[in-house]
């Protein structure tokens, strides 16, 4: 089993504003050490660890932990996709054998149209080139957006995380459903079956709860293009790492074996190009 998703940092709190006061149990270190236990304990053999600040100095330090951690098989970091010199950020990191994409926090931009500026389009014309995929941090009201992008890149590989954030806790289907549909018409995207917990009941979510989201990203993009995520430590908000690992598993328990390989295991080694030790 491959975790597609999750993140490890040095706390600080200049760093991660995002977290305020609900979330003191995301207020302290998570380094590999931390993780490494829980791997083992839920039977996975490797991870693609994702950026969690937007410097460059969080992707060398998060290539650096790779190059010490065999686990870490992938890198999201983050680049500075508007900026002029971005050819020569690329040509420096995707240099490293384990920077497998790149991600911007969309979501929290002000201007919802941020995905679609030119100065942010013209970077992300210049990945395919590095192989580099691209990680699509959204809410729900994005995905209209997303699909204008992805469509402009057909040789682009796009990750949607988190489902796209859907509104697990309010119940609500509409027009998340609609937007996943036409976002899955396009090849080049993949899924993460992730981060559903957080946007469910943090305190009393259920799996009943979360089937009805996974069955729409099942329908939409098929087990060829779906991947698994722990979220780990932003998961910890609702559940700990062996019961949020356990969600997937059990969606996927019926279904034929070589799709549940797919899903757990080989769709994030071919999506992000892992090299896998034999």
Not at 250 to 273: G, H, P, W
């Amino acid at each position: 089993m491959i975790d597609a998703h999750h993140h490890l940092w040095n706390y600080k709190p200049k760093d991660y504003g995002w977290m305020d006061d609900s979330m003191a149990v995301l207020k302290h270190d998570y380094l590999p050490e931390d993780l490494a236990l829980e791997l083992q304990n839920s039977g996975i053999s490797g991870t693609v660890v994702i950026q969690a600040r937007q410097t460059q100095e969080e992707t060398r330090w998060l290539l650096e932990l790779a190059d010490e951690n065999s686990f870490i098989k992938g890198v999201v970091g983050w680049l500075d996709l508007r900026s002029p010199d971005l050819e020569q950020q690329l040509m420096k990191f995707a240099a490293h054998p384990k920077l497998v994409g790149v991600r911007h926090v969309i979501h929290d931009e002000a201007d919802d149209d941020f995905m679609l500026h030119p100065d942010f389009i013209q970077g992300i014309a210049k990945l395919v080139d590095f192989d580099l995929v691209y990680d699509l941090l959204l809410f729900p009201k994005h995905l209209e957006r997303a699909v204008k992008l992805v469509e402009k890149f057909p040789r682009q590989c796009f990750v949607l995380d988190h489902l796209g954030k859907p509104l697990i806790k309010a119940g609500i289907m509409e027009p998340w459903k609609y937007d996943i549909s036409r976002l899955a018409g396009n090849p080049n995207v993949w899924c993460k079956l992730s981060g559903m917990v957080t946007e469910a009941d943090t305190e009393s979510w259920t799996y009943e709860a979360l089937l009805p989201y996974m069955e729409v990203v099942m329908n939409a993009f098929g087990p060829e293009r779906i991947l698994l995520g722990s979220d780990w430590p932003v998961c910890r908000l609702a559940g700990e790492y062996s019961e949020v690992m356990k969600i997937v598993p059990e969606f996927i328990d019926s279904m034929d074996k070589t799709d549940q390989e797919k899903i757990l295991y080989r769709n994030a080694v071919d999506c992000y190009q892992l090299k896998i030790e034999n």
